[in-house]
Every structure is written in C-alpha cells, then in structure tokens.
C-alpha cells in the first residue's frame, strides 16, 4: 500500500503532532500521503509540499489505507466517514485505553515500516446499521436507545426478529456487536465477546429490576424496540453519534450490516493480549504489588 491518508483528532493536539511525524516518516517510503484540509494548514511549508489535500469523503477515491491518530472514537468517526470503502484503518492510539486502536506512539516509526512492508493482521469486523427515515445509519462499536434529559426512566418493548423478548424499564438499551461489547456495553455489566463471534448483544442501563440481564442472541436477528412510555421521550445514539429522537410509540430496528469494517492489526497480537494489556486480563493483583 502506497496511498495513505491521515485522519486525526483535531481536538487532540498529540494527535496532530504524530499525524504530522506520520508524514516524514511515510515520506521516506516514497508513499503519496492525503491529509485532511484541517491538517493541511497546520504544516509547516516543507510539510505541506509532500502531502495532497483532501476531505475525509475523498480518501476512498485516493487512499488505499487509512491511519488514524486519537483513540478509539476516532476509528469510529473514520469508519462511519468511509464506511462503504472497503479502506483498512490502522488506529495510532494517542488516548487513554485504545481496544481498537492498538498501535502506539512510542514505536510508531517501526509500526509504520512493519505495515509499508507488509507485516501485518487484517481482520474484518461486524458492524449494525438501522434505517431512519430513509437514511441508514451505521455503528462499529453499538446503538444506544437512552432516555432524553428526563429523570424518568423508560420502558422499551423488545422484539428479536418476531419474537417477543420483554419490557426494558430502565435509563436505556445497549445493542452492540462483539467488537462494542468491550465499550459502553461492559461498563453496564455487559460480557466481554471475542470479535470473530457471530452475536449481538442487549444490555440494559441502570434497570429497574435486577432481573433484567444482558442478553445475547444471534446476529442473524433483527432486534426491534418500541418506545412504550407516554409523554416521554428517547434518543437513539450510533456510536456516540445522535440520529433521531424517538417519541411515544415508534419502533427502532437494527441489524446486522453486509457491510464490514477492516482494521489492521500488528502481527503477532491477538485479542486476548489486548485484553491482559489493556484489562490487566487475569493479572495477579498480589504480584503486581510485589513489583
């Protein structure tokens, strides 16, 4: 691969000191390198005669691989931007855990070299989409149906294809797939799902009853929910992203996409070590301490 673009956390200013080092050092693989118009400005004049300019939409007519600087809500932002690609992202973590983003700053040199010659893991993963007055919107990491500013909570009918599964009475629902289940979904008490697993998952916020459960059931499943709490309302979020507010009585379905997202991975890591990493994955508490 030798069209790369750069997609940075502008917000991060890390991120943009890495994106530009990415640069000089794609530069050096005689690679033609695409940047954001964003990041275009804040080269330096040397900087900016070695990169092309260009809008997010247009990297999939240039680039043959994305890398991302920021953390994991960056990928997700470049996913959702490029979702209809077929661009591999490579996630630089410039942020605190990075599940999805697992190359780092410190080797990023040697990272770079390792994918310019080849050394690397491409995996493809899951993703939901749901269909919103005409517009499909997708999630990488999960949907979350969720109250709207109202200290209320909310009751949702779920439904997996025609089946009728119960009542939600609680601050919301999330629906994510395994590459999610290790975001929002596991800080409510959700499992930790391998990526190549073939499920999806529901996990209640703050239910009312601790009878309510994470459930998993197969990603051939649409999975619907209705709204059945009058004069309240609730926002449905695509990974971070608000689409639409939801009123009483109107139905949300997701499903499984046919559309996937391909991220790069280093060589020899898999799952479970980025589990041990960033999880301290079965990690003696005792032994860390004799340390």
């Not at 209320?152 to 779920?158: E, G, S």
């Not at 975001?183 to 916020?205: D, E, F, R």
Request: glycine fraction near 6%; include cysteine; hydrophobic fraction near 40%.
């Amino acid at each position: 691969m030798k069209k790369i673009a750069l997609f940075e956390n502008a917000d991060k200013p890390d991120a943009i000191k890495y994106a530009i080092d990415a640069v000089h050092i794609l530069h050096k693989f005689s690679a033609e390198i695409f940047v954001r118009h964003e990041l275009f400005e804040l080269c330096d004049e040397d900087t900016k005669k070695i990169v092309l300019p260009r809008t997010i939409k247009e990297f999939e007519k240039y680039a043959d691989m994305i890398i991302t600087f920021g953390g994991d809500g960056t990928i997700l932002t470049a996913a959702r931007e490029t979702i209809n690609s077929d661009l591999p992202i490579m996630g630089v973590n410039v942020g605190k855990l990075g599940f999805l983003a697992e190359y780092n700053t410190t080797h990023l040199e040697q990272a770079i070299k390792d994918v310019m010659n080849g050394i690397y893991r491409l995996v493809d993963r899951s993703i939901l989409e749901t269909k919103v007055e005409g517009i499909t919107y997708y999630a990488l990491n999960d949907f979350v149906i969720e109250k709207n500013d109202n200290s209320k909570m909310i009751t949702l009918a779920a439904y997996s294809d025609e089946h009728y599964v119960g009542d939600y009475r609680a601050d919301g629902v999330i629906i994510s797939t395994p590459t999610g289940s290790t975001a929002y979904s596991l800080s409510c008490n959700g499992p930790i799902i391998a990526p190549s697993t073939q499920v999806l998952c529901i996990t209640p916020i703050s239910p009312h009853t601790l009878t309510l459960r994470p459930l998993v059931v197969p990603d051939t499943n649409e999975i619907r929910f209705r709204l059945d709490t009058p004069n309240c309302e609730a926002i449905l979020v695509a990974d971070g992203y608000t689409v639409k507010l939801i009123k009483y009585g109107e139905e949300v379905t997701m499903k499984l996409s046919e559309s996937k997202v391909k991220l790069i991975k280093p060589e020899k890591s898999t799952y479970y070590d980025v589990l041990r990493r960033k999880l301290l994955w079965g990690a003696n508490a005792l032994d860390e301490y004799v340390k």
